[in-house]
């Protein structure tokens, strides 16, 4: 699709910045800051977080890109994304993708000279695997896309750990994995108020394939995994009182949300978790920076 001549040099502007998909950028940097803290045993350097999070910050947007470019043609057909810029025209995917690689490789060039190798390449590594593991593979293939594909978004985490040692370890591969199991029903319950679109599009999301209650089950078995993941992190972690009390408080509230889903699988109860759950990493994530300050 060529790019439309009507929009000003501003709305271009704001184009770009959509393809990045802010939004999800922000929740992903929510988990690196609080796991430097965890790594440095401490407050972390300022210059660090920084450099951390706009390096962390650029290859998540540029990932986000390159997604955008992928899913132009399915994009047109779902209601929640027909007004994402290239739908729009409001440029051509060409030079989206220039944009993208852009950014992606100002990314791995930041982080190698502000941060470290390691952080670099995971974070380039994120972006791969996002684009062709779950954007080019899994999406339009099977109903466990979400599940594999949202390895990607619980990146942060090991790039934020490795920011600080210059390596990893088990905390990270824990926290890792809590992110890991988050994922799906935090994406799930929104796929189940969009399902019809979904379905328009020939996306097998698992509510536009199985039913609702299907879905339920799948989302409460994952939460239990991840609350169980939280206290796994307690141990391996050296966490304290406070972290721990948290974890078990939040976990609580989501798997009473996931379970008001199941007992009333419908879009009024999926949104409710949905929301929760972006409430729930926030405050895990906040409870962990500040129980290793206190």
């Given at each position: 699709?060529?790019?439309?001549p009507?929009f000003t040099?501003?709305?271009?502007?704001?184009?770009?910045?959509?393809?990045t998909?802010?939004?999800?950028?922000?929740?992903?940097?929510?988990t690196?800051?609080?796991?430097m803290?965890?790594?440095?045993?401490?407050?972390?350097?300022?210059?660090?977080?920084?450099?951390?999070?706009?390096g962390?910050?650029l290859?998540?947007?540029?990932a986000?890109?390159v997604?955008?470019?992928?899913?132009?043609?399915?994009?047109?057909?779902?209601?929640?994304?027909?007004q994402r810029?290239?739908?729009?025209?409001?440029?051509?995917?060409?030079?989206?993708?220039?944009f993208a690689?852009?950014?992606?490789v100002?990314a791995?060039?930041?982080?190698v000279?502000?941060v470290?190798?390691?952080?670099?390449?995971?974070?380039?590594?994120?972006?791969?695997f996002?684009?062709?593991?779950?954007?080019?593979?899994?999406?339009?293939?099977?109903?466990?896309?979400?599940?594999?594909?949202?390895?990607?978004g619980a990146?942060?985490?090991?790039?934020?750990w490795?920011?600080?040692?210059?390596?990893?370890?088990?905390?990270?591969?824990?926290?890792?994995l809590?992110?890991?199991?988050?994922?799906?029903p935090?994406?799930?319950?929104?796929?189940?108020?969009?399902?019809?679109?979904?379905?328009?599009?020939?996306?097998?999301?698992?509510?536009?394939?199985?039913s609702?209650?299907?879905?339920?089950?799948?989302?409460?078995s994952y939460a239990?995994?991840m609350?169980?993941?939280?206290?796994?992190?307690?141990?391996?972690?050296?966490?304290g009182?406070l972290?721990?009390?948290?974890?078990?408080?939040?976990?609580?509230?989501?798997?009473?949300?996931?379970?008001?889903?199941?007992r009333n699988?419908?879009?009024?109860?999926?949104?409710?978790?949905?929301?929760?759950?972006i409430?729930?990493?926030?405050?895990?994530?906040?409870?962990i920076?500040?129980?290793?300050?206190?």
């Amino acid at each position: 699709m060529p790019a439309s001549p009507s929009f000003t040099p501003r709305a271009r502007l704001v184009g770009y910045v959509a393809l990045t998909k802010p939004r999800i950028v922000e929740l992903l940097l929510v988990t690196t800051v609080p796991t430097m803290f965890v790594a440095e045993g401490g407050v972390p350097s300022v210059w660090l977080m920084i450099a951390t999070v706009l390096g962390g910050a650029l290859a998540a947007g540029g990932a986000n890109a390159v997604n955008m470019v992928v899913d132009r043609d399915i994009d047109s057909l779902m209601e929640r994304t027909s007004q994402r810029p290239l739908v729009r025209g409001v440029m051509t995917p060409r030079a989206a993708m220039v944009f993208a690689v852009v950014v992606e490789v100002a990314a791995f060039a930041w982080l190698v000279a502000t941060v470290n190798l390691l952080s670099a390449v995971l974070a380039v590594s994120a972006t791969l695997f996002y684009v062709f593991v779950y954007s080019l593979w899994l999406k339009r293939s099977t109903t466990r896309n979400i599940v594999i594909g949202g390895a990607a978004g619980a990146a942060p985490v090991l790039i934020g750990w490795s920011a600080i040692t210059n390596s990893l370890a088990w905390a990270p591969v824990v926290l890792f994995l809590v992110i890991f199991y988050w994922t799906p029903p935090h994406f799930w319950a929104l796929a189940i108020r969009y399902r019809e679109d979904y379905s328009a599009a020939g996306v097998p999301m698992l509510p536009s394939v199985v039913s609702l209650r299907a879905t339920s089950n799948r989302i409460l078995s994952y939460a239990a995994v991840m609350v169980a993941l939280t206290v796994v992190f307690w141990s391996v972690a050296g966490m304290g009182v406070l972290y721990l009390v948290s974890a078990l408080m939040l976990g609580t509230a989501f798997a009473v949300f996931a379970v008001a889903v199941r007992r009333n699988p419908n879009e009024r109860t999926a949104m409710r978790l949905f929301s929760f759950s972006i409430t729930y990493v926030t405050l895990l994530f906040g409870a962990i920076a500040l129980d290793v300050v206190l």
